[in-house]
């Protein structure tokens, strides 16, 4: 019998460890027959990243960077995710709308009702029911204060244009992410990322354990080396 398809995506400021774990988690879920997609925003696909180029790189004003990042969001799901998941894959993404709402809205200070507004044009219409706007299973919230991520980044690797921005600006994003945390519990599970790389590994698959989604042997076996 097919399995339906799952979306998940990993959210959290920069430097939270989001990446450290992603692949693990897919190798976890291949361990159990699952195909797995495994992806990012904003890109995934060719023209999405060349998006992400332009957004990661160029100065911009935010209604201008938000419909950039919408449009990748669209071409991704178009021509990835929503053939993964009428698939039945595991789709796992790295970052996804709440990062918009995070960086954008709350970072940035744009208008959440038009961010809202993106989300609903360019969410909506892809997915086997029309009228569904597609969101995420699951989002797994890398919580880490500001400074303590600024501390991992420091030296790891060149910043990029948000990379680059000041511990205030992250303290307004962590805020933006707990906010979306707060207004959707059920689609959220909160990850406390200051603990060393394996206990998050064993919050993470608890989760997914805690779901059904994982064995607990396949959960404990795989993590960070
Ligand atoms: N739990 C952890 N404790 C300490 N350092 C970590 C932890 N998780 C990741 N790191 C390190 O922090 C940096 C950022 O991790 P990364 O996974 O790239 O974060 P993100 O993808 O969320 O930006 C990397 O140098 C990584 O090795
Ligand atoms: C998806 C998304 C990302 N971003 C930002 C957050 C990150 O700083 C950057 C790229 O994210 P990410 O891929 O996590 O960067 P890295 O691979 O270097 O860890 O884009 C937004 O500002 N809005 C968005 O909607």
Not at 126 to 155: I, Q
């Amino acid at each position: 019998m097919s399995r339906p398809g799952l979306f998940i995506t990993f959210e959290g400021i920069d430097g939270a460890g989001k990446s450290s774990h992603i692949e693990g988690l897919a190798a976890a879920f291949r361990a159990q027959g699952r195909t797995v997609t495994v992806s990012r925003e904003p890109g995934g696909t060719p023209l999405a990243e060349k998006l992400r180029e332009m957004v990661l790189n160029d100065p911009m004003d935010a209604l201008t960077e938000s419909l950039l990042i919408f449009a990748a969001r669209r071409d991704h799901l178009r021509n990835v995710i929503e053939p993964a998941l009428a698939r039945g894959d595991v789709v796992l993404c790295d970052r996804f709308t709440d990062a918009t709402f995070a960086y954008q809205g709350a970072g940035r200070g744009f208008d959440l009702d038009v961010l809202s507004t993106l989300e609903r044009l360019a969410q909506t219409g892809l997915a086997p029911d029309a009228d569904l706007m597609r969101e995420p299973d699951l989002t797994v919230w890398f919580d880490l204060a500001p400074e303590v991520a600024a501390e991992r980044l420091a030296g790891a690797r060149v910043p990029d244009r948000f990379e680059a921005q000041p511990v205030e600006f992250f303290r307004r994003v962590a805020q933006g992410y707990a906010d979306r945390a707060a207004a959707a519990p059920q689609r959220f599970a909160r990850l406390d990322a200051a603990q060393d790389r394996h206990r998050v590994w064993q919050q993470l698959t608890s989760v997914f354990v805690r779901k059904g989604w994982l064995a607990i042997m396949v959960a404990s076996q795989g993590g960070p080396q």
